[in-house]
C-alpha cells in the first residue's frame, strides 16, 4: 500500500502553501518539501525490489463494471520518471525560495507546483488507461497555473492559454486512442496492454489508435509540428520552466511513447511517423536556437531539438536505441534542469535575459559562470560529462539503422548537423554571457546569488560530472532497471565506458566540435542569411487563428440563434423526420406480435380528454391562464393513468408534482401579460401544423413499434430482489433509496443548487405588481378572503398527517420521502397564499437554505454509513425487532435517507415558491432572509 502514497504524498504539501501567509518564506518552502521529500523516499526504498526486475502493483476498485481501477504500478521506468520527479522538484523548491520576489505569492506557486507534481506522479505511476488519462489532463491544467502565474503580463496569459490549447487537444486525441486500445485489447490494465503488442499490432485498429496516441504524446513533448507552444511557455517564472521543460511536462509525451513502446512499435508505420517527427524536432530546434537572444529562448530551442533527438531514437526501433533514448532523458533532465536554474540567477542578479547585453558576467559571478560553462558543454557533449555519453550512443545507433531504406545515410549526417548546431548555440551561451566585453546597460550591477540559490544548481552540474566520469557506478542500475521495464526484459548487452576507441561516432562528435566551434565563430554571416527571411511570431499566429475561428463560429451561431425557440424546435424536429422518419415509412416491419391490451370504455374516455385538453391548450396558448388550466387537465389525465396501469407511487408523484407546478406558473404569470399577441402568420401556423403532425406519426409510430414487441426488462431482477435485498415490498421506493439510491441523491443535489439559484436570482427583483386584469377590472382588496384562511388552517393538521403516513409507509406501499414532502410542501404553501408572507414569516421561521443543506447532508451521512460496513454507497440495512404492544416492526436505514429527500425536496420546493410569492407583497427580502 505504501505504493498508493508516493503520488499522494506530496498532494498534502498543499497545506503548508495554504498557512504560508503565517510562515515565513524559508519555512514554507521546507514545510512545501516535507512530503516530497518522503514520497522520494518511499521511492528509494523500493529501489531493490525494482532493480532486481520486480514490478510492484497496487489495485483499488473503482468503477470495475467499466474496467477502470485505482491501480499504481512501479517498475524501472516509473522508477526513473518518480525519481527525477520528486529529486529535481525538491530542487525546485528550495531556487524557488529565493528566485520569488516579496510581492510573488509563494504560497500560491507552491500549490500550483505541488498539483503539478502530483499530477506527474500520477502519470508516471498509473496502473490504468483512463486513471493515467486524467492525470495527464491535470498536467495540462496546473502547468497552465503555472505558466501564467504572473498574470499581470500578457505574455504570461497568451503563452499559458496556447500551451492549454495545444496540449488540451492533444490530451482529447490521446483519450480516443487509450479508449480504442482499451476495446482492442479488452481490458484498460496497463499491465496487460503493454504485453498484448501483437494483438495490438495485428489489429485493423491499430494506425488509427497509434496515430491518436502519438499525437497525445507529440503536443505535450513539443514535436514538430506543436513545438511553438514551448517556448512562449517560458514567460512562466523560471522555477516553473527548469522544472516543467526539463524532467517533467514536456517528458511526459516521452514517457508515454516509451510506456507504450512494447506494445505500439515494431511496424513501420511507427519508424516512420516516430523516427521522422524526431529528426525533424532535432533539426529545426537546433538550428532556431542558434538565434535566439534570450537565454530563456535559447534553452527553449534547445530543448526542443533534445526532445526530438529522444524521439529519433525511440523511433529506430532497435533495442539499443530505445537504452539511447532512457540514458538521454536522465542526462537532459540533469544538464537543462541546471542550466535553467543557472539562467533564473542570471537574470534575477543582472535583471535581464538578453545575450546582447549580458556580456563579460565572469568577472561578476565567477561562480555561478563556473556552473553555468559545464553544465552548457555537458549539453553540447563534450567528453568527461554525462551529455556526452548519450550523444555517442545516440551517434552509434544512427548507423545501425534502415528507416529510410538507401537514403538512410541521411540520419547519421543530418544528426551530426544538429549536434553541430547544439555546439554552437552551447558556445554562444557561454561566450556572449560570460565573455565577450562588459555589460551593456543593464538595469543593476550582477553579482553571485544567495548560497542557497546555488545548492540546486550545484548538486546537478556534480551529477553532470559524475555520471561523465562514472556512469556505470552512477545510473548503471537505474538505466538498466528502465530499459528493462520498456524492452520487457529483452536488455542486450551494452557499454556505458567513457572510452570506446576512435571510431566512427567518436569522429562524429569531433566534427560536431569543430564545426560547431567554426559555425560560431561565423556567426555574424549566418545571422545575415537568417535576417533575410522575415521572422514569424507563433504567438501572434496562433492568436490569429484562435481569432479567426472565434469569428466563424459567432457566423454560425448568429445564423442558427436568432432568438425564436420556435426556429429552433423546427430545425430539430426537421432532423428528427430526416433520420427517423424513413426507417418508419414499412409499417409492415413496424408491427410487432405482441398481443394488444382490449380497448376500454374508460380508457377512450381518458384519451380523449388528454387529446382535447392538449388541444385547448394549444389553440388558447396566448390567453395563458386558460391554457395553464387546461394543460393541468392533461396532468390530471396522466395521473390518473398511471393509477390505471399499476403505478400508484408515480400517480402520487406526478399529482403532487402537477399541483407544486401550477401553483409556481400562477406565481410567474401574475406578473406577465395576461394575453399574448399574434406572433405566426397564417402560413406559418400551416407549416408548423404538417411538421407537427408528421412528427405526432413518429413519435405514435414509434410508440407503437415498441408496445407491440416483447421487451426484455430488468423489472423481474428488482421484484425478485426488492425483499430480500432492500428490505421493502415496495419496489419503486426500494430502487430509489436503495439498488439506485446514488441517482436520487444527486437528483436531490441538484434540485437544492436549482432552488439556491432560483432564490439568487429572484432576491432582489423589482418586478410590476398589475392592479387589475386584462379589461381593467382591479383585483378585490380582501387578498386573503376568511373563507380560504379558514380551511387552509383546517387542513393543514390533515395534510401533515398525511404527508407522515405516507413518509412512513413509503417503503413497503406507495409512498416515500419525495412524495411526502411534496405534501407537506402544497399544504405549506397554501398557507403562504391564504395567508400572505409577512403573516407567516414570524410564525414560521425556517431558514430553507440551512434545510436543504441538512437535508442532503443527512442523505449523505447515511450513504456514508455504509462505507463503515464495507459495503457500496447507499447500500440499505434492515432488520426485524420486537417490541411489547406494538409486536414485531421492520427497521431500515433507507428511511433516515429518505428523510434528508423529504427534508430536501420540502425546503427546495418552498424556498422557490415563497420567496417567488414575497414579490407580491410589500416584503423585500434582504441576502440573509430564508
Not at 265 to 279: A, K, P
Not at 387 to 401: D, I, R
Not at 737 to 761: H, M, N, P, S, Y
Not at 830 to 841: E, F, N, P, S, T
Request: proline letters at 4%; charged letters at 10%.
Amino acid at each position: 500500500m505504501s505504493l498508493f502514497w508516493i503520488p499522494l504524498l506530496p498532494a498534502l504539501g498543499v497545506l503548508a502553501p495554504l498557512l504560508s501567509a503565517k510562515l515565513g518564506r524559508t519555512q514554507c518552502a521546507f514545510i512545501t518539501a516535507a512530503a516530497p521529500a518522503l514520497s522520494l523516499l518511499l521511492v528509494l526504498l523500493m529501489a531493490p525490489a525494482v532493480f532486481s526486475g520486480e514490478t510492484l502493483i497496487v489495485s483499488m476498485n473503482w468503477v470495475p463494471a467499466l474496467g477502470m481501477n485505482l491501480s499504481f504500478r512501479m517498475d524501472g521506468l516509473a522508477f526513473l520518471f518518480a525519481l527525477l520527479i520528486l529529486g529535481i522538484g525538491l530542487l525546485i523548491i528550495l531556487y524557488a525560495r529565493y528566485y520569488l520576489s516579496a510581492k510573488d505569492s509563494m504560497g500560491k506557486f507552491y500549490a500550483y507546483l505541488i498539483l503539478f507534481m502530483t499530477a506527474m506522479l500520477g502519470i508516471v505511476l498509473s496502473n490504468n488507461l483512463i486513471q493515467l488519462w486524467m492525470f495527464w489532463e491535470l498536467t495540462s491544467i496546473s502547468s497552465f497555473l503555472l505558466i501564467s502565474f504572473w498574470h499581470g503580463k500578457t505574455e504570461g496569459r497568451k503563452g499559458a492559454r496556447m500551451a492549454l490549447t495545444v496540449t488540451g487537444a492533444g490530451g482529447l486525441a490521446l483519450l480516443a486512442g487509450l479508449i480504442l486500445i482499451g476495446k482492442i485489447v479488452g481490458s484498460y490494465d496497463l499491465e496487460v496492454v503493454i504485453n498484448s503488442g501483437d494483438l495490438i499490432r495485428a489489429h485493423g485498429a491499430y494506425p488509427v489508435a497509434l496515430v491518436l496516441i502519438l499525437l497525445g504524446a507529440f503536443t505535450k513533448s513539443a514535436q514538430f509540428p506543436f513545438h511553438f507552444w514551448l517556448p512562449h511557455a517560458m514567460a512562466a517564472p523560471t522555477p516553473v520552466s527548469a522544472y516543467l521543460h526539463s524532467a517533467t511536462m514536456v517528458k511526459a509525451g516521452i514517457f508515454l511513447m516509451a510506456r507504450f513502446y512494447p506494445a505500439l512499435s515494431g511496424t513501420e508505420l511507427w519508424f516512420i511517423i516516430v523516427s521522422m517527427t524526431g529528426l525533424a524536432t532535432l533539426l529545426l530546434g537546433a538550428y532556431t536556437a542558434l538565434f535566439k537572444h534570450d537565454i530563456k529562448g535559447l534553452l527553449a530551442y534547445s530543448t526542443i531539438s533534445h526532445l526530438g533527438l529522444i524521439t529519433l531514437l525511440l523511433g529506430m526501433d532497435t533495442q539499443l536505441a530505445a537504452i539511447a533514448a532512457i540514458f538521454h532523458i536522465i542526462n537532459h533532465a540533469i544538464f537543462k534542469a541546471s542550466l535553467f536554474m543557472a539562467a533564473g540567477i542570471i537574470d534575477h542578479e543582472a535583471g535581464t535575459r538578453d545575450m546582447r547585453r549580458l556580456n563579460g558576467l565572469w568577472k561578476f559571478m565567477p561562480y555561478t559562470a563556473t556552473l553555468a560553462m559545464v553544465a552548457a558543454a555537458s549539453m553540447a557533449g563534450v567528453p568527461l560529462l554525462n551529455g556526452f555519453l548519450s550523444k555517442e550512443m545516440f551517434f552509434a545507433e544512427t548507423l545501425h539503422q534502415h528507416t529510410l531504406g538507401s537514403l538512410s545515410w541521411m540520419i547519421p549526417v543530418l544528426a551530426t548537423l544538429a549536434a553541430i548546431f547544439s555546439v554552437a548555440y552551447s558556445l554562444r551561451f557561454i561566450h556572449d554571457v560570460f565573455f565577450n566585453g562588459e555589460p551593456i546597460d543593464l538595469p543593476k550591477t550582477p553579482h553571485e546569488p544567495p548560497r542557497y540559490m546555488k545548492v540546486p544548481v550545484e548538486i546537478l552540474v556534480g551529477l553532470c560530472l559524475l555520471v561523465g566520469i562514472f556512469p556505470g557506478l552512477i545510473v548503471g542500475k537505474l538505466l538498466f532497471s528502465a530499459s528493462s521495464a520498456v524492452l520487457l526484459g529483452d536488455v542486450p548487452d551494452y557499454s556505458l565506458s567513457i572510452w570506446h576507441g576512435f571510431n566512427l561516432p567518436l569522429t562524429m562528435s569531433i566534427v560536431a566540435m569543430l564545426f560547431g566551434i567554426i559555425i560560431y565563430h561565423n556567426r555574424r554571416k549566418l545571422f545575415k542569411f537568417q535576417s533575410q527571411f522575415p521572422e514569424t511570431d507563433a504567438k501572434i499566429v496562433f492568436e490569429s487563428i484562435i481569432q479567426c475561428m472565434v469569428r466563424g463560429t459567432q457566423k454560425i451561431n448568429a445564423y442558427f440563434e436568432n432568438g425564436s425557440l420556435q426556429r429552433y424546435m423546427l430545425m430539430v424536429l426537421l432532423l428528427v423526420i430526416v433520420f427517423a422518419g424513413h426507417p418508419l415509412l414499412d409499417l409492415l416491419q413496424t408491427e410487432g406480435t405482441r398481443t394488444q391490451l382490449p380497448l376500454t370504455s374508460l380508457s377512450i374516455i381518458m384519451a380523449t380528454l388528454l387529446v382535447l385538453s392538449a388541444f385547448a391548450t394549444v389553440i388558447w396558448h396566448r390567453q395563458r391562464y386558460i391554457s395553464l388550466l387546461t394543460l393541468s387537465v392533461v396532468g390530471l389525465i396522466v395521473s390518473v393513468s398511471f393509477s390505471y396501469f399499476s403505478a400508484p407511487d408515480l400517480a402520487l408523484t406526478q399529482l403532487s408534482v402537477e399541483v407544486v407546478t401550477i401553483t409556481l406558473l400562477m406565481l410567474a404569470l401574475f406578473f406577465l401579460p395576461q394575453q399574448t399577441p399574434k406572433e405566426s402568420s397564417p402560413g406559418r401556423v400551416a407549416r408548423d401544423l404538417g411538421v407537427a403532425a408528421i412528427i405526432g406519426g413518429i413519435i405514435g409510430t414509434i410508440n407503437y413499434a415498441i408496445m407491440t414487441r416483447p421487451q426484455l426488462s430488468i423489472s423481474e431482477f428488482f421484484l425478485e430482489n426488492s425483499k430480500p435485498g432492500g428490505g421493502g415490498t415496495n419496489v419503486v421506493n426500494v430502487i430509489l433509496v436503495d439498488f439506485r439510491g446514488f441517482d436520487t441523491f444527486g437528483e436531490i443535489l441538484v434540485l437544492g443548487i436549482a432552488a439556491l439559484g432560483i432564490f439568487k436570482l429572484i432576491n432582489r427583483m423589482k418586478v410590476f405588481m398589475p392592479s387589475g386584469d386584462s379589461k381593467g377590472i382591479n383585483w378585490t382588496k380582501d387578498s386573503h378572503p376568511m373563507i380560504l384562511r379558514t380551511v387552509s388552517q383546517s387542513l393543514l393538521p390533515l395534510a401533515l398527517l398525511v404527508s407522515a403516513y405516507i413518509f412512513l409507509r413509503g417503503h413497503n406501499m406507495p409512498g416515500g420521502g419525495f412524495i411526502a414532502g411534496l405534501i407537506t410542501a402544497v399544504a405549506i404553501i397554501l398557507q403562504y397564499i391564504a395567508h400572505g408572507v409577512d403573516w407567516i414569516k414570524p410564525r414560521l421561521k425556517i431558514n430553507y437554505q440551512w434545510a436543504i443543506a441538512i437535508g442532503v447532508l443527512i442523505a449523505a451521512i447515511t450513504g456514508a454509513g455504509s462505507w463503515l460496513f464495507d459495503r457500496p454507497f447507499l447500500t440499505s440495512w434492515f432488520d426485524y425487532f420486537s417490541l411489547p404492544l406494538l409486536g414485531e416492526f421492520e427497521l431500515a436505514s433507507a428511511i433516515a435517507f429518505d428523510l434528508g429527500v423529504y427534508i430536501t425536496v420540502v425546503a427546495a420546493t418552498l424556498l422557490i415558491l415563497a420567496n417567488l410569492g414575497k414579490l407580491t407583497t410589500s416584503h423585500r427580502p434582504k441576502m440573509e432572509d430564508k
